[in-house]
């Protein structure tokens, strides 16, 4: 089918206020009676706090509250409700708040927080998972005698059974480091608390309703007494779905009412004081028969949940449900956990436990393939999901959830596989691998998505959503969504940049790669609904019932006789006769999507319980210096099927963002603690991210393959996360090919490597 706006490569809505400095985010808005707040953060990983002085602080001009958690009752979060907004009788893990200074001239604040004594008593600490399972092993949290606080349960099929089949059984052990997400902007926020008991937040948020849902249990008030407002937000990843500085705002707005208060954290609080992602040691075994069909596969995934364990409660249930990977396995036995440590708390960040499970299933692919001696992309072939195949939660394959086959052999086509598949240039080896990969969106059943669409009286459209656009382009896409569905010019349709709980439709959050799949669902049913009273005002003029008048195009005539016809905007306000009367409105629309899910049964994992598939596939040609270890990648490939695409340049740039982001995660990005559980790297002259000079003679391949989405709008699905999932395996396969080591550990740096040499084995 043909479309005006779908598919076509448009100006990013966006795109004139943040290249010219205009668009305003936290840092940028000003307020009347603004106060500041510091932290002063915990040095221990684990310690009663005794005492703390903070008369020294009080005692400065300009300080107008020191808060602390001494009378703090409150305990938030989603999922499970066990976080205090500000250290309560102890702290979990170095970083923790203990202490916030108010005052009226932030340059007073170092100083302040400087002059508060705290007295600590240091408890045993626990910082890895598998010491944190111990029986013995200090608690991080007394009240559930373990630190093993979820447990996620897939079962399909006879385990043993599927073991005895197979002809080969091979075991292995992998491990994904703490990472963080290194958004360009900080987390930031502006909190008031008013003395009739309401609250005015500005956050950088991917979750603004998350936020106001959260503030209103802490303080057991309406929802309607909050207002939670989001300007521009730069970049998130996931770490900014998560509540992280917003209940302490709240809470220590309630100690200077009626003034704003304003933190934004440094580079390095942003490390330390926020969430971070993945923190994984899994195990796998599986086995597998002489042609390469796998017969079975057990895993067992440990997630290091840190401190708190709200966000990676799902993150537990989402990487232990899609852990064995896009593959038809018959007989399927996962145990998934998530474990305390007193370590920062993870979160979400890009992929929600998807990267974590692709990095253990698809290098244990490859390793299956160099002991059968079967070709691993052939291998893939052998194993993928096909149309009408039981997937692992043992729901039938559809056709719309993706042509994964085609993605593999499209894949191998742009790296030219089948030509060669290792090669040396001196001391150097040139190697390739392909892998796959699949996404689903781990949500609340009740996951809603909204959206108004309103006319104004020259026929243009406001559009109103409440998801966030953090840089992938969702303003454009829901804007030729939108232009699409009522067919008039993409320049006039205006998307509002800001969500505001007052204002704005609900969303659920900004989260699960499923933006353009819901909300541009919500915006089909808010144009339809506007078309709906659109007729209403036109059947007014022409005196028929509003069935018998057809709209197209921003026209509206009789069906039949089309000649007979009006322009929408001239019934924008109704519509005026000859005598002056007026029948008629302002017409606005509103629609609303909610995924069609069910929960899983809690003992197997079983049922349907996903809304929608995304899968595809990477390839990847690297050269390894045998003598430095040095990695230097050649080509990125990537195909996916996400339905129908709305914006491919967009598209694009999200993919070739993902792919190397997930490509620092493969040989460079890793949070190192000391001994004590103390951050090592928390600024960016230790923690080292992808730049453009790492990749700038990389060549990125993206391929589309396009099976319309039976429930997606116009046919499409979302991507933010996909190209986020498999580099890390892909990496490790490729230079497991070109020079024999086996790497196990991420991030896969040079020192691994020339160690790996030696050894054979990391």
């Not at 970083?95 to 108010?102: I, L």
């Not at 052999?409 to 080896?429: F, L, M, P, Q, Y």
């Not at 620092?664 to 230790?686: C, H, L, P, W």
Request: hydrophobic share 35%; proline share 5%.
């Amino acid at each position: 089918m043909r479309y005006k706006f779908i598919g076509k490569n448009l100006l990013r809505k966006d795109s004139y206020s943040k290249v010219t400095g205009t668009a305003q985010y936290i840092a940028d808005l000003n307020f009347p009676n603004l106060l500041h707040a510091k932290i002063l953060r915990s040095p221990f990983p684990h310690a009663k706090i005794k005492s703390i002085k903070k008369e020294n602080a009080l005692s400065l001009d300009g300080v107008v509250a020191v808060i602390t958690g001494e009378d703090c009752r409150i305990r938030y979060g989603v999922n499970i409700t066990d976080q205090p907004p500000i250290a309560t009788g102890k702290v979990r893990f170095v970083g923790e708040p203990v202490c916030v200074v108010v005052g009226q001239d932030k340059n007073v604040l170092d100083k302040a927080t400087s002059l508060i004594e705290v007295e600590y008593e240091e408890l045993p600490c626990v910082f890895d998972v598998y010491d944190a399972i111990k029986e013995d092993a200090p608690l991080v949290h007394e009240e559930i005698n373990s630190n093993i606080y979820y447990h996620y349960r897939l079962r399909k099929g006879n385990i043993e059974k599927g073991f005895k089949e197979a002809d080969l059984v091979v075991e292995n052990e992998f491990f994904y480091p703490h990472i963080s997400h290194t958004q360009l902007e900080t987390h930031g926020g502006v909190a008031r608390y008013t003395r009739d008991g309401s609250f005015e937040i500005y956050s950088s948020t991917q979750a603004p309703f998350v936020v106001r849902d959260i503030v209103s249990r802490m303080f057991k008030i309406d929802k309607s007494k909050i207002r939670v407002n989001v300007p521009y937000v730069g970049g998130g990843f996931g770490g900014k779905s998560d509540v992280t500085i917003e209940p302490l705002l709240a809470y220590i707005s309630t100690f200077v009412p009626d003034y704003y208060v304003r933190l934004i954290l440094t580079r390095e609080e942003a490390f330390k004081g926020t969430v971070l992602g993945r923190g994984i040691r899994a195990k796998i075994k599986t086995g597998v028969k002489k042609n390469g069909k796998i017969t079975a596969v057990e895993i067992k995934m440990y997630f290091n949940a840190g401190a708190y364990g709200d966000y990676c409660l799902p993150i537990a249930y989402g990487g232990g449900q899609n852990s064995p990977g896009p593959y038809t396995i018959p007989n399927i036995k996962v145990d998934s956990y998530a474990v305390y440590t007193n370590l920062p708390y993870v979160g979400a960040f890009r992929g929600y436990g998807h990267p974590e499970g692709n990095w253990i299933t698809e290098r244990q692919i490859d390793i299956i393939a160099e002991k059968l001696g079967i070709d691993p992309v052939k291998l893939r072939l052998i194993n993928c999901w096909k149309e009408g195949d039981i997937n692992h939660i043992g729901v039938k394959v559809k056709k719309h959830y993706g042509n994964l086959p085609l993605c593999i052999k499209k894949v191998a086509k742009s790296i030219e596989w089948d030509k060669w598949k290792r090669k040396e240039e001196g001391n150097k080896v040139i190697s390739k691998s392909v892998v796959t990969f699949m996404k689903s969106p781990v949500m609340a059943n009740n996951a809603a998505s909204g959206a108004i669409v309103k006319l104004n009286e020259d026929g243009s459209v406001n559009l109103y959503v409440g998801t966030i656009d953090i840089g992938q382009g969702s303003m454009t896409a829901l804007s030729q969504i939108c232009a699409e569905k009522l067919g008039i010019p993409f320049e006039k349709i205006s998307i509002s940049p800001i969500t505001d709980t007052y204002f704005s439709p609900y969303e659920w959050q900004t989260v699960a790669s499923r933006g353009t799949w819901s909300v541009g669902n919500a915006v089909i049913s808010a144009c339809e609904d506007l078309i709906r009273r659109i007729k209403e005002n036109a059947s007014k003029v022409f005196n028929v019932p509003p069935s018998k008048i057809e709209y197209k195009n921003g026209k509206l005539f009789l069906k039949k006789n089309p000649n007979k016809k009006i322009d929408m905007k001239d019934i924008a306000l109704g519509y005026m006769f000859k005598d002056g009367h007026v029948e008629g409105g302002p017409p606005v629309g509103y629609g609303y999507f909610m995924p069609n899910v069910k929960r899983p049964d809690p003992k197997t994992g079983q049922g349907d319980c996903v809304a929608e598939w995304t899968g595809g596939a990477v390839g990847i040609i690297l050269s390894v210096d045998r003598d430095t270890g040095e990695i230097d990648i050649k080509k990125i490939s990537i195909a996916i099927d996400a339905g129908k695409i709305v914006n491919p340049l967009l598209a694009r740039g999200q993919l070739i963002g993902g792919l190397v982001q997930s490509l620092g995660q493969a040989i460079m990005e890793e949070i190192v603690y000391s001994e004590k559980g103390v951050m090592r790297n928390d600024s960016f002259t230790d923690y080292k991210v992808p730049s453009p000079e790492d990749v700038f003679d990389t060549c990125f391949d993206v391929i589309f393959v396009e099976t319309l989405e039976e429930t997606g709008p116009y046919g499409a699905k979302s991507l933010g996360e996909h190209g986020a999932i498999a580099v890390p395996a892909a990496v490790a396969n490729a230079i497991k090919r070109g020079i024999g080591v086996n790497i196990f550990e991420l991030p896969i740096t040079k020192e691994k490597i020339v160690e790996g040499l030696k050894n054979g084995v990391l």
